[in-house]
């Protein structure tokens, strides 16, 4: 609420606290120890976070065992210490231990090489919803990163100009209605320029709302159906196509399932009448829905229904119903 209201004065007591940045050592109640960094700018902390993933996520595809959250944690401690991480390994007794690295998951530092898996080209990814006018520079409307939740105007464009310089982004814009829910949606190569400054003390530089504009009128933009299905993204298959995968998801930003705040772009393309029951692979018949919830749709007592596009009826085995609908963007 303060993001719409005043952001301004968030914006004041984010600097005003970053006079306190630090980092801080404590002990775990089980003996183990924690490391933290605090007051760090959003960006750089959200962007740390991402970096991190990415490493965890190529240790795990490069043979290493653990869990994402053990990996994370190597990661995170490698980096930070110099040298190779202490991958999870079960010994004999079934728990849990820390091993020394496999030789193809990991080269030594000791050797004063550094790791590919330390390496610059692991960024991580963010997925990062922003108003257009804010965009622009031609307001402060906040935005939103997918599983933290919403950010000021100056640090979504900070994420945006990083993203922009970097490889493989990908650049989707929505269309909303006069009440906020997405209407229509389309994706863009290779991206527009700059974001735009508000402010009046940014530096100088060319003038990234008419390039932005001249990227947008470039885009070929897909309905995303609401009320009576029209079909016009049906798949005969079972499973999406890129288009209808994303309609759904930029529909639905979350798990369909009521209270749910799993991100969309981490949940199943789940067919609300299963695919073998001659349920139809459209947006009238997929949601985004968690491994937890996907699982729970399918209990014995559990019924799903999609009375129209995004709209889902959920009764639970006592008979109470939940409706979920599409939450509003930013604007």
């Avoid at 990996?71 to 849990?96: C, K, M, Q, Y």
């Avoid at 100009?161 to 994706?187: F, I, K, M, Q, Y």
């Avoid at 491994?291 to 639970?316: D, I």
Wanted: with cysteine; hydrophobic share 30%.
């Amino acid at each position: 609420m303060v993001l719409t209201v005043d952001p301004t004065a968030v914006r004041r007591r984010a600097a005003k606290a970053r006079e306190d940045a630090r980092v801080e050592t404590w002990s775990e109640t089980s003996g183990n120890g924690a490391l933290a960094g605090r007051e760090l700018p959003s960006a750089d902390a959200i962007a740390a976070d991402r970096r991190i993933s990415a490493i965890a996520r190529a240790l795990q595809e490069a043979g290493a065992t653990g869990t994402m959250d053990q990996l994370r944690a190597a990661a995170f401690v490698a980096l930070l210490t110099g040298r190779d991480p202490e991958l999870p390994a079960e010994d004999s007794d079934g728990i849990s231990r820390p091993a020394p690295s496999k030789e193809n998951v990991a080269c030594s530092w000791a050797r004063g090489e550094r790791p590919w898996w330390a390496g610059p080209g692991l960024g991580g990814s963010v997925n990062l919803t922003m108003p257009l006018t804010a965009w622009l520079g031609e307001s402060d409307a906040p935005g939103d990163v997918a599983g933290l939740g919403p950010l000021d105007a100056d640090t979504c464009r900070e994420l945006t100009e990083r993203v922009r310089r970097g490889p493989g982004a990908r650049w989707c814009v929505t269309l909303t209605g006069r009440d906020g829910r997405a209407v229509a949606h389309a994706s863009g190569g290779a991206g527009p320029g700059p974001p735009g400054r508000r402010r009046p003390d940014s530096p100088p530089g060319p003038d990234p709302p008419r390039g932005s504009r001249t990227w947008l009128g470039r885009l070929t933009f897909s309905r995303i159906e609401c009320g009576v299905c029209r079909h016009e993204h049906k798949v005969p298959g079972y499973r999406p196509d890129g288009v209808l995968r994303t309609l759904v998801k930029v529909r639905q930003r979350t798990c369909a399932f009521p209270g749910c705040r799993r991100p969309a772009v981490a949940c199943d393309d789940d067919h609300t009448v299963p695919y073998d029951q001659g349920g139809m692979t459209c947006q009238c018949n997929l949601a985004p829905l968690c491994r937890r919830h996907h699982q729970a749709k399918q209990a014995p007592g559990w019924h799903l229904s999609q009375p129209e596009p995004g709209v889902l009826v959920w009764t639970t085995p006592h008979g109470r119903r939940y409706e979920t609908k599409p939450e509003p963007y930013p604007m």
